[in-house]
């Protein structure tokens, strides 16, 4: 029996049995490996509420209110074990793949990866991440300690082709299964389902707050697979006027210019245009400096950073406090992204800006002790510099707007990683572009909660 939640249910935990929700949050942090934890797949915590912040003015320096909702929360500490339950969920539920014969192969440059060997583990599976060799060693670490092995490949995060290249490879013996999140639709069901949904309900429920006029003004996202954007379909559709914003190194700007290059904002940029990411449904893209993520995180990170906030900025204590090991890299990198949109729509004190933070800082502490090394610790006078220097001064360059034109553009990308190289055919390129295509895979998510409810009633029925 598949021991794992639907997508209902991880939209809403409530919704599991209260015995086996309990169980769930009591495994939680005391035994974090329990294949009952698949239950605890949710941005929600134990009382049912969204794991999120509304960010200090005083750090983003916009009257828009910015809310990120942060995944260390999530079982393996990033909301990428999400995406990698849902792939795996489907290829079991129709057949795809057999835990007692399959070995499955996770392409990644990193929390996917360490997602698929958690979820791997936990569904009796045999698992081999894809891995840059440039990535920070707490990736390494993290993968191995679930069970799984690595296989390292050439370069850093923009090195996607190295690793399609290895999964070829590997794709030869037959009982290799490669669940690649740049093109498994069941990552853009759980983000479409689960992440947009939790963030449209979470906007009435900030309005009760004060926060907000109930609406999303924007989602904004840098794209690793792509999965994540798919929670602004959703938004889309529940809120017609909401902007959705992708996001770019500056030194990797696909999107942006059909650029290339190495960066190191870690799980986003990789070079191509991904299958699952439905450029088309996208508003502006906008390009954010790799160093300058880096030097935001140095500032939340390093206690001094947290104090200047607090006594020269007058930020909440409490809030600052809680912000201090929210964040990876790419956390920073969503937050600037967020500042640019509000400053480039216009957005003011009624509007809600929407995003993420993937990861947490337990997966760069090797990354501020290169900060510090490079940068020095740092003192008052440079965590002013961090504050006015980083974040109040983030800009309206390097905007992007989807015209018709440049959306068009940004599909025809595609063509180059999924027709030349990964044996996808034009016609299934074209249909991409009739928004039926996605609504299709959008009201897929019944029929596999509904799949899933029947195995578990045949099993009962076992017994």
Not at 67 to 85: C, M, T
Not at 146 to 175: C, F, W
Not at 335 to 351: Q, S, V
């Amino acid at each position: 029996m598949i021991t794992g939640p639907t997508f209902e249910e991880m939209l809403h935990p409530n919704k599991i049995a209260p015995a086996i929700r309990e169980q769930a949050l009591k495994a939680l942090k005391g035994d974090p490996l329990n294949p009952i934890n698949l239950f605890n797949i949710t941005w929600r915590n134990a009382q049912n509420e969204v794991n999120y912040i509304v960010l200090p003015p005083e750090l983003t320096g916009v009257e828009a209110n910015i809310v990120v909702l942060y995944g260390k929360e999530f079982p393996s500490g990033s909301h990428k074990v999400g995406a990698a339950y849902s792939v795996l969920l489907e290829k079991e539920l129709f057949g795809e793949v057999d835990p007692s014969k399959n070995t499955l192969v996770w392409p990644s440059t990193g929390n996917y990866g360490i997602g698929g060997a958690w979820v791997g583990g936990r569904m009796g599976c045999k698992s081999v991440v894809v891995l840059p060799a440039g990535m920070s060693r707490e990736r390494f670490e993290r993968i191995e300690s679930y069970g799984a092995s690595v296989i390292k490949t050439i370069g850093s995060e923009s090195n996607v082709k190295e690793i399609y290249d290895e999964t070829h490879r590997l794709r030869q013996d037959p009982n290799v299964r490669i669940l690649n999140q740049f093109e498994q639709m069941g990552n853009y069901r759980f983000h479409y389902h689960v992440t947009g949904n939790t963030i449209a309900e979470l906007a009435g429920e900030l309005q009760a707050k004060g926060v907000g006029n109930g609406k999303a003004a924007a989602f904004v996202w840098a794209m690793g697979s792509g999965g994540t954007n798919a929670a602004a379909d959703r938004l889309k559709q529940v809120f017609p006027n909401c902007k959705h914003v992708g996001l770019e190194p500056i030194q990797c700007p696909t999107l942006y210019n059909n650029g290339y290059g190495s960066h190191d904002i870690q799980g986003i940029g990789d070079k191509h245009v991904t299958w699952i990411h439905n450029v088309l449904n996208m508003d502006a893209m906008m390009c954010i400096d790799d160093i300058q993520c880096k030097k935001g995180l140095q500032l939340l990170a390093e206690s001094i950073g947290r104090e200047t906030l607090i006594k020269r900025y007058g930020a909440n204590p409490e809030l600052v406090e809680k912000m201090g090991d929210l964040f990876g890299i790419s956390g920073i990198c969503h937050i600037l992204g967020a500042i640019k949109t509000a400053k480039y729509y216009g957005f003011g004190k009624d509007d809600v800006i929407y995003t993420a933070a993937t990861d947490s800082l337990d997966r760069y502490y090797s990354v501020i002790d290169e900060m510090a090394e490079q940068y020095g610790k740092l003192d008052e006078a440079a965590a002013v510099g961090r504050i006015e220097g980083v974040f109040h001064s983030a800009g309206t360059d390097w905007v992007l707007e989807g015209t018709k034109d440049v959306r068009e553009r940004w599909h025809n990308l595609k063509y180059y990683t999924w027709v030349e190289q990964q044996g996808k055919s034009v016609q299934e390129l074209d249909a991409q572009r009739d928004p039926q295509w996605w609504v299709g895979h959008q009201q897929r998510v019944q029929e596999i909660d509904a799949r899933l409810n029947e195995l578990r009633e045949a099993e009962v029925q076992k017994v």
